[in-house]
């Protein structure tokens, strides 16, 4: 099973990049004249904990929020290679007894989890900057605004799609490793790991 630090870091992960859409949304509400780094100075180590509590919590938010947004596909995906009476993936490891298999699944999860959180953070990252670019002008040339604005929009799309892609083929290995329930478990009483015949 997928170790607390382990899932306790991916929470990190996903609310660290939370906190840039964020802090993006607070700069568009409030504006950026009051930004002052000096006024900060001596103030680090509360304001450090207040963002790492910030940062957990909002990892907590959006790994939810991204699983519920593509549990649909996600349920498509399982039924077109799953297929109906197999064994659940916990039942699968505990009969199969090998530490490389249960050690694949966990990676597998772990890679699905951070995925799906990165498209919704990519993307909610790229429309935070399209806002705070066209509410504030005055935050960049007027003759660069259109290239801040597509620049935002590739990169932000660009990463998005990336991402929903690394969730979709980690999502379909997963799956399909499941489908070989029925194999996995004969062939990890055999000496070689069944992971070396995928």
């Not at 939810?64 to 077109?80: F, P, S, V």
């Not at 990169?155 to 799956?175: E, K």
Request: charge should be positive; glycine fraction near 8%.
């Amino acid at each position: 099973m997928t170790s607390t630090t382990t899932f306790i870091a991916e929470l990190f992960i996903c609310g660290i990049m939370s906190l840039i859409w964020v802090a993006l949304g607070l700069l568009t509400l409030l504006g950026i004249e009051w930004v002052n780094p000096a006024i900060l100075q001596g103030w680090e180590v509360p304001l450090g904990a207040v963002g790492v509590a910030l940062a957990y919590t909002m990892g907590v938010l959006v790994v939810e929020t991204a699983d519920q947004l593509l549990k649909g596909w996600n349920e498509r995906i399982k039924n077109a290679h799953v297929a109906e009476g197999l064994p659940t993936v916990m039942h699968l490891m505990i009969a199969a007894g090998s530490p490389r298999l249960e050690a694949w699944f966990d990676y597998s999860r772990s890679r699905i989890r951070v995925c799906r959180s990165a498209a919704l953070n990519f993307t909610l990252i790229a429309l935070a900057g399209l806002v705070f670019v066209f509410t504030h002008p005055a935050s960049v040339r007027p003759h660069g605004r259109l290239f801040c604005a597509l620049t935002i929009t590739l990169a932000g799309g660009s990463l998005s799609l990336l991402a929903l892609a690394g969730w979709r083929w980690s999502t379909l290995s997963f799956y399909k490793m499941q489908q070989r329930g029925p194999e996995l478990v004969k062939a990890g009483r055999k000496r070689r790991s069944p992971l070396e015949d995928s």
